[in-house]
């Protein structure tokens, strides 16, 4: 089994403690930065190639700057993240607009911006010229329907999925759009997520490149991109393997190659819009052991929560926890490791093996870089922490300041409880 291991040590994280307590997310600028190379490297032979990256995994200026000037570009699905990717200085084709069940307002946002837009179903063209207007060049989500079987015991069900349009939709929206001046069109779909294989998006790339094929025959459009979405996976536990993002994008070229070329359709750009394998692994939850409790089991109460990570409690999903310090040290007790809400799920991990733990000491939870911060909540008035840039120096900048009782308390301020005086 390979040792998973942290991006910062014990003496690193404790200066950072010095400055900004626990708990808090830390990010890895420089495995940011190198994976985003290696992101762009892989995909290098596709001219039009972009990396969207999806705001929601990690909705931070400073992580957005640091991709901007590696690059990438933005997906965004609600107002909010807009806003924030307009503020970064991301605009027109730098923003990919892939939202469902989309509000006015959202919809206004991404036309004004410039945006392209991603339709995520037949009715929402009509929707998107009374509220905006059709854009010359604008995007349709497909669901194939059925279950998308990889074939290697991973698989997802995009049947029961609310996302997307059939093939039959998709075509009547790109005559419909024709009809309405739109002149250049990208196909996008998100069939299955945290693939961990190579095989994903080579699949996946094959089943939008014959319908590309197929939809340009059958109406004439103009296919300008295709976006093969997120869902690229990561090695959560240590016995997994990490998917190499060469070997896929070699997959993709092969699958364009064999599809998109010979049908004349040789200059189709690529999208991706990755959330988790962009940032996942390069972030971690700093946070330090409060109680030690001996019950039925052996609890450790650390200062996070589930409101800070929600993965576990949600999905039972599996984060590896290191115990700073002791690295080295045998995992020879068997620990809960517990934030404190009162929900018994409010657990980081159950049952582990991990080194003898101390009051004091100091976890890092690992591959909190996306779906961490972003999936946080105040329950039981739990506020959400910071988080800190590791810089490629070596030194650390605070990127959010952790919530005060004020800002919990910002939304009655229109009342006598909690006036701002
Ligand atoms: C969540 C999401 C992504 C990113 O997914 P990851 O699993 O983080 O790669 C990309 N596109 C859309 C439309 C999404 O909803």
Redesign the pocket.
């Known amino acids: 089994m390979t040792q998973k291991l942290p991006f910062v040590t014990l003496e690193q994280a404790q200066a950072i403690i010095a400055d900004v307590p626990t708990p808090f997310h830390l990010y890895d600028e420089k495995g940011i930065r190198e994976n985003a190379r290696r992101v762009n490297a892989a995909f290098a032979w596709n001219k039009g190639f972009k990396e969207y990256f ?1 705001v ?2 990690t909705p931070n200026p400073y992580i957005l700057k640091i991709l901007q000037e590696e690059g990438c570009g933005v ?1 965004c ?1 609600s107002y909010t993240e807009l806003l924030m990717s307009e503020a970064c200085g991301f605009t027109g084709s730098d923003i ?1 607009f ?2 469902n069940d989309t509000p006015v307002q959202d919809m206004q946002k991404a036309y004004e911006l410039g945006a392209y837009i ?1 339709l995520d179903d037949l009715t929402h063209v009509e929707f998107l010229q009374q509220v905006a207007g059709i854009p010359k060049t604008i995007c349709c ?1 497909y669901n194939p329907g059925g279950v998308f079987d990889l074939g290697n015991g991973i698989m997802d069900n995009p049947g029961d999925a609310k ?1 997307g349009m059939s093939e039959d939709q998709m075509a009547q929206a790109y005559t419909k759009l024709m009809a309405l001046g739109a002149e250049e069109f990208g196909i ?1 779909a ?1 069939l299955a ?2 693939t961990v294989t190579d095989e994903y998006y080579p699949k996946l790339a094959g089943i939008l490149f014959r319908l590309a094929v197929r939809l340009h025959e059958r109406t004439g459009a103009k296919i300008k991109f295709i976006n093969l ?5 990561i090695a959560y536990r240590p016995e997994q393997r990490s998917n190499d993002i060469a070997k896929i994008g070699e997959g993709v070229r092969k699958q364009y190659e064999e599809i998109l070329v010979p049908a004349g359709l040789g200059d189709v750009a690529l999208f991706t ?6 940032l ?1 692994p390069y972030g971690g939850l700093v946070t330090t052991v409060l109680h030690e409790k001996h019950i039925y089991k052996e609890y450790i109460g650390v200062d996070a929560c589930a409101a800070n990570l929600m993965r576990p409690a949600m999905y039972g999903a599996y984060h590896h926890i290191t115990v700073l310090g002791k690295e080295s040290k045998p995992c020879d007790h068997k620990y809960d490791i517990t934030g404190g809400l009162c929900e018994n799920n409010d657990k980081f991990a159950i049952d582990r093996m991990l080194p003898k733990i101390d009051k004091g000491d100091v976890l890092f939870i690992h591959d909190t870089g ?2 961490g911060f972003s999936m946080g909540y105040n329950y039981n008035g739990k506020l959400r922490s910071a988080e800190v840039l590791l810089k490629e120096d070596g030194s650390h900048q605070l990127i959010r300041r952790a919530e005060t009782p004020e800002d919990y308390f910002a939304t009655f301020d229109f009342t006598p409880f909690f006036k701002k005086s």
């Open positions: 999806a929601k995994a997906d699905s990919m892939s939202s991603n989500r996302y996008h998100f997520s945290n979405s997120g869902g690229v996976g819009e990755m959330g988790r394998y962009m996942a996306a779906h």
